[in-house]
């Protein structure tokens, strides 16, 4: 592996977006028990799950901000999901976030650029708790996720489902904020602290 | 910034390196208030603070672990320093390397092999916090420190200085133990987690 430079990324105000909405998209499992066993049944017919989330980071008063879904009053998540078996990483992300943030014309489709993978979070068991390595003495992890950052272009038009928000929230509100946000969002600031962000006034 | 694939780290056991003891290395400060004082000083001569660190990765039982200086009995740092003003960051680590790790005889010097950068933490004032990015509405930070990857040859030879001892440290034991690390180090499983590490076994 080189030595590389730091890296830059360009941020554009939250307002050089535009939001409408769409259908709701359902949650497929009503409780975390729920999703659990449905992910039990899939890891016997289909292995371990990869999924891939999206980082899109707008900026507002000079500070990067990350777009979250909120479900519900208090739940976020990044946009993405699971991997058909066999799906390539990058076409993966590519549809999950057009089913969570397009418009449902192609025409209205955003130009998703895919950038560098920040974190892996493996979960040793079918449990809710993942950790950032695969833990000593696991050899079947039930799944990996992928957070990949997202280079979004200067304007762009998301559809929201109707049962979700979207939210645009500060690094500094994630940062140390594991209650809130839970150990995969909360440590994103850190993952994130490498770039440097271009932010882009207009 | 373009796609790249995930990286590979290639880590050696514990085993085949070396160590030895050296002089001891004093802190220059012998308490946090001297330390904060010192910096305010160094400061107004000479700007911002640079400091770099180095991430030394070593495996034991197909886990990385992580090479810590500890100072007295918890007190734990990654080797590294400030840099001279104008002083290039990664020759100045080798620098701060060879002075924290080194053997003295010149044809003992371990062939530094500077890596990515995979953090930077900001200090926006003379205080003992530090943030994972420059907090909003702060013009003037007080220091950024940089964490760069370090890739260790199969074999070396590490002086250790005599007040201080070298502790190789698995990444469960780092990871989500902001108490006995703090911010900086225990956040580093994280950081590294995107990362593919090839165990070489001997």
């Known amino acids: 592996m080189k030595m590389v430079a730091s890296q830059v990324v360009n941020t554009y105000p939250l307002s050089s977006y535009t ?18 066993a449905r992910m039990k049944v899939n890891y016997m017919k289909e292995g371990v799950r990869t999924s891939v989330e999206g980082i899109l980071l707008v900026q507002e008063h000079n500070h990067p901000h ?20 066999g799906e390539n990483e990058i076409e993966g992300l590519k549809r999950k976030l057009s089913s969570k943030l397009a418009a ?10 895919i950038g560098e993978c920040v974190a892996m979070w493996w979960r040793p068991n079918f449990e809710t708790i993942m ?56 440590t994103i600031p850190q993952q994130l602290s490498r770039f440097q962000f271009n932010m882009i006034q207009q």
Not at 19 to 36: N, W
Not at 104 to 113: F, R
């Open 131 to 186: 950790y950032p390595y695969c833990p000593p003495h696991i050899t079947k992890p039930k799944e990996c996720k992928k957070l990949y950052l997202v280079h979004l272009s200067e304007r762009e038009y998301f559809a929201v489902p109707k049962n979700l928000k979207l939210l645009a929230v500060p690094l500094f509100e994630l940062y140390d904020n594991v209650q809130r946000y839970g150990p995969v969002i909360s």
């Open 104 to 113: 449902n014309s192609p025409a209205l489709q955003p130009d998703w650029q």
């Open 66 to 85: 990350i777009l979250l879904l909120q479900i519900g009053n208090t739940f976020c998540k990044l946009p993405g999901g699971r991997l058909k078996p």
């Open 19 to 36: 939001f409408g909405t769409k259908e709701p998209k359902m949650e497929k499992d009503t409780s975390v028990a729920d999703r659990l």
